[in-house]
């Protein structure tokens, strides 16, 4: 937010209960009433959100290799701004965008190293000096981004003021600039493929898994996953693909659970990916995660015709999501009927009805197969 011009210069990482902080949620404050219709300078969001901003939202994303929510939340904010921005545009900023910043989960750093590092001053320094952020924007602070190349600071009376943020970073193993970053393209990758489109947080990953190709190993739930992993199930390569998790299955919920497990295969020396139409908040960890399959497996997605065994291959430096599947063999293929459960409490007349019951037809004359 900061980067699109909605924060104060510099605000992003200063710790609550400080006296710094206190003095910029002051001014904040201030600068917000101003900007009403009843202050001195009406600033209506709508007229500083535009093309402009959404574009350098996105290049600072790419930069810090931020969270995968953010290939939701920009879309969605776009569109209330009336304009459209999909995940073409974040693929192809990618491809400009140089990797700057090493933080967690793509790093060993928190936030407050990046800040001190120089954080967001630096951070902006280096992108618009590169020329890959639009300067003449509009901001809270007026147009262009030249306040947010300082930084805010306390003087000995305790008023708030700014300084020039540091010319180059502190810690470059936290924070980089553009001759030297930590890679030449943005931090997430869009994947196209035969299972759909999805999204991958390739800055988190190490750089020898980013090509994986394994057999599939199906479930419908992250607590399915577990109970296999907890059975001692799984035992080889695989690629766990993890469906009906999106926003018209079941509501898209958090399916941090299954890092744990996979990383605990990933490091006993296995190939180990997942794919998912869910979500994973910012794609935490270190196991490559297609993420946000769609469509998804409740639409009709490519993703539901997956069965245990299949060939898939994830391949983030080509930006594909394939299955290795004879074409005559996967086109032969239904998609599944899936009954999705309450989230709750399931009501008499459903508590007795298999709620992952899944229908797949077979390649050949055999019969359909029911799977739970």
Known sequence: MEIMGLHLPGASFVNPNTPLRDALTRAATERALAMTSLGNNYTPLGQMLDERAFVNGVV???AIGGSTNH??????????????????DFADLAEV????????????????????????GVLMRELVGAGLLHGNV?????KGLDAYLQEP??????????????????????????????????????LDGDLGRAVIKTSAVAPERHVIEAPARVFHSQEELQKAFAAGELTGDMIAVVRFQGPKANGMPELHKLMPPLGALQD?????????????????????????????????????????????????????????????????????????????????????????????????????????
């Not at 060993?108 to 990046?114: I, Q, R």
């Not at 600071?153 to 193993?173: Q, V």
């Not at 997605?301 to 930006?319: C, S, T, Y």
């Open 268 to 372: 006993r020396g296995l190939k180990v990916a997942l794919v998912t139409d869910g979500r994973l908040s910012g794609a935490s960890g270190k196991v490559p995660a297609a993420i946000h399959v769609t469509p998804e497996a409740v639409e009709g997605g490519a993703i539901g015709k997956i069965r245990d065994g299949d060939l898939i291959r994830l391949d983030a430096v080509a930006g594909r999501l394939d299955v290795l599947v004879e074409r005559y063999e996967w086109n032969a293929r239904v998609y599944p009927r899936k009954r999705i459960c309450p989230p709750r409490k399931l009501v008499s007349v459903a508590s007795s009805l298999p709620c992952s019951a899944t229908v797949l037809a077979a390649p050949t004359s055999e019969p359909a197969s029911l799977t739970d």
């Open 71 to 88: 290939t939701l939340h920009l879309v969605a904010m776009a569109a209330a701004a009336g304009l459209t921005l999909n995940w073409n």
């Open 138 to 142: 509009s901001t809270v602070c007026g």
């Open 60 to 62: 600072g994303l790419h």
């Open 97 to 120: 965008t140089p990797l700057l910043g090493r933080i967690y989960p793509n790093g060993g750093a928190d936030v407050n190293h990046f800040h001190a590092a120089g954080g967001m």
């Open 153 to 190: 600071m306390l003087d000995a009376a305790g008023t708030l003021s700014w300084r020039e943020a540091p010319i180059a970073s502190g810690d470059t193993s936290v924070l980089r600039g553009v001759a030297e970053p930590f890679q030449a393209t943005g931090g997430i990758t869009v």
